[in-house]
């Protein structure tokens, strides 16, 4: 098994920076809070095949999952996720 040979899905920092800009407008934080998007694929049983994690580093640090791909997640995606915590 050659763990090494899969391609990653590219994701475009433009639609990072939309998605980063939305969730600071979202939850009201400051500019200077980092926030982290990852985009990760899934061979596992029971897991969806990707899955974005959005972080938010603040104290304590605040992790939401959407299962879609980056170039997938729409504001109104966001709005969800976010009022539902």
């Not at 433009?14 to 982290?36: A, C, M, N, P, Y």
Request: proline share 5%; glycine share 2%.
């Amino acid at each position: 098994m050659d763990l090494f040979s899969k391609t990653k899905p590219k994701t475009d920092p433009g639609k990072v920076r939309q998605l980063k800009f939305w969730v600071h407008d979202l939850l009201k934080l400051d500019l200077e809070t980092s926030i982290s998007i990852s985009q990760l694929q899934c061979s596992e049983a029971n897991c969806a095949p990707i899955e974005t994690v959005i972080a938010v580093m603040t104290e304590p640090i605040q992790q939401y999952k959407i299962h879609k791909a980056i170039a997938e997640i729409a504001y109104t995606d966001l709005v969800q996720i976010l009022q539902s915590e």
